[in-house]
């Protein structure tokens, strides 16, 4: 964890450092005339008692003294701001990029997880970095040179009304565990929350035909007031510790004004100077209080960085390109393939070999693991990867990374995001469509633009983007499809197999249907899952 966070904290500042450099010296700056400002407001105020014409050049100074110190707190705010949303963007392409490439680790991790560590939790991190960690920064700066400054101006004033100090950073050490606890609880919750508002909304249609709106309503109140009630709970803790914060605080001050009256008084310090030590007693407890904000910020963050350790600190563990190198597959072979999850047995006992030109269809009824066959042959799941082998090597030993690049996989469920048809189908890719697919895309204009979720399109249409998406690349040695005829009409499913028959000439092609009898003609070897 500690390792982490130094890792973390070294990338960012030296992604960012030029940025990072003009704010901190800009800061630096405007710290030392804060603190410079109570000394010549006490000798303007020495110089009016004395009726001096000083009092004229010190309020100059004083004037241009703060001009200049909230000028340069704007700009040290402008090229913190600027660095701490490009480091918000590094933050959130290093948390993605890791979940995409960790795929075994993150493959059933939870929507709401994924979307909280991309937004709250960047987010949370941001924040303590600007304004928290930068004004914690700025703060201890002027504490130190006020307590200096003040120590200069008048010793014992200062000495004895700090005293309270002890005690504020006493409850620290009391305060803190409670506040890490809460805040995890919070986005754990907030987690919870995200994923299922998501499955609320995408059931939406569901929830209004049948005339279940005010169920969906119900259950969406009772996750928003689950987390509402984590969050109240650490918002109250906070608020609640700073009563006796305050105490203190107030104490000090009051120490400062009686101790000072009471110099004023015996005639041991000038008035100037009374003035002067109550500014920086003010500067001292001010500063002290944001300590305290920062510290709870501290706190939230180190929920955080618990979090997102668990992705960050462990990302060459599930890399992909660890392993063998294929450069073709001649067989693949499943051989008393069994697989358990949450002590039910999924797969048992299963095995068939696929050779070049050889389509393997895999039936069954609903729920007997066909998708959990074809999740284990693309090796989503670990510890099983000795049954299944490529040209004679277990799968668990071969570079995923080379094994994907002769593979191909159409998954039962759809998947298309926000851009061209072409887009959705190339990945990125120049590639030219031959012309099976164009005419299974017949009637969809490849830049045509899918809006979110595809909602522009209809369940057939976002199916036959999918097939095409699988079949346009050619240098594929096997293709895996799963339900590959679902929403479409005779017509589709005709072209689909057409196009199955002209890859199977020289590929392994794994099917899995409900329907096996569409492509009874090309011979298939059932594999039957009961």
Do not use: C
């Not at 994924?114 to 941001?126: A, E, K, N, S, V």
């Not at 506040?179 to 919750?189: G, H």
């Not at 299922?196 to 007031?225: T, Y």
């Not at 008035?271 to 939230?300: C, M, P």
């Amino acid at each position: 964890m500690r390792m982490f966070k130094k890792n973390f904290l070294y990338i960012s500042f030296k992604n960012f450092q030029s940025k990072f450099f003009a704010g901190f010296s800009l800061l630096i700056l405007n710290t030392i005339l804060t603190v410079f400002i109570p000394v010549l407001i006490r000798n303007l105020i020495n110089s009016v008692i004395l009726l001096e014409n000083k009092m004229w050049v010190y309020s100059a100074f004083i004037f241009i003294s703060v001009f200049i110190r909230e000028a340069l707190m704007f700009g040290a705010s402008y090229y913190f701001e600027i660095a701490v949303r490009s480091l918000s963007e590094f933050i959130r392409n290093k948390i993605f990029s890791t979940i995409q490439i960790n795929y075994r680790k993150f493959n059933h991790a939870k929507t709401g997880a994924i979307l909280t560590y991309l937004d709250t939790d960047t987010h949370m991190l941001g924040e303590f970095i600007y304004p928290t960690a930068v004004l914690f920064l700025r703060d201890l700066l002027v504490f130190i040179f006020a307590l200096i400054v003040g120590l200069y101006l008048n010793f014992k004033i200062i000495i004895e009304s700090t005293v309270p100090l002890f005690l504020f950073f006493l409850m620290f050490r009391i305060i803190n565990p409670r506040i890490r606890r809460l805040t995890s609880l919070m986005l754990e919750s907030k987690t919870d929350f995200i994923a299922r508002v998501k499955e609320l909304i995408e059931s939406r249609e569901v929830f209004a035909v049948f005339l279940k709106q005010k169920f969906s309503i119900k259950m969406f109140k009772n996750f928003n007031k689950n987390f509402t009630e984590n969050d109240i709970n650490r918002i109250k803790t906070i608020i609640l510790s700073n009563f006796p914060l305050t105490f203190f605080f107030n104490s000090g001050f009051v120490i400062a004004i009686l101790l000072g009256a009471y110099f004023l008084k015996r005639g041991e310090i000038k008035v100037g100077t009374f003035f002067a030590v109550l500014i920086i007693v003010e500067y001292i407890y001010n500063s002290s209080k944001r300590f305290w904000d920062f510290n709870v910020h501290l706190q939230e963050v180190k929920a955080v960085f618990n979090r997102l350790e668990r992705i960050l600190e462990n990302r060459s563990i599930y890399k992909l390109d660890i392993g063998l190198g294929i450069n073709s597959i001649k067989i693949l072979e499943v051989k008393d393939l069994t697989l358990k999850y949450d002590g039910k047995v999924l797969l048992e006992n299963i095995n068939f070999t696929a050779r070049p030109s050889e389509l393997v269809v895999i039936t069954g009824k609903s729920g007997v693991g066909k998708t959990s066959l074809i999740r284990a042959i693309l090796g989503l799941y670990e510890g099983i990867e000795d049954s299944i082998s490529i040209n004679g090597i277990p799968l668990g030993k071969i570079s995923l990374e080379k094994y994907y690049r002769l593979v191909s996989y159409l998954p039962q469920r759809n998947y298309v995001f926000n851009g061209t048809v072409y887009e959705n189908i190339t990945l990125g890719d120049n590639i030219s469509i031959e012309n099976e697919i164009l005419e299974i895309l017949s009637g969809i204009p490849l830049q045509k633009n899918i809006q979110e979720g595809g909602r522009n399109l209809s369940g057939g249409e976002i199916r036959r983007i999918m097939i095409a998406r699988t079949f346009v690349k050619n240098d594929i040695d096997m293709y895996i499809l799963d339900e590959p005829f679902i929403n479409l009409d005779w017509n589709n499913i005709d072209k689909i197999i057409t196009l199955i028959k002209k890859k199977l000439e020289d590929r392994i092609i794994i099917l899995v249907t409900h329907t096996p009898e569409f492509v009874g003609d090309l011979s298939p070897k059932l594999v039957k899952i009961i």
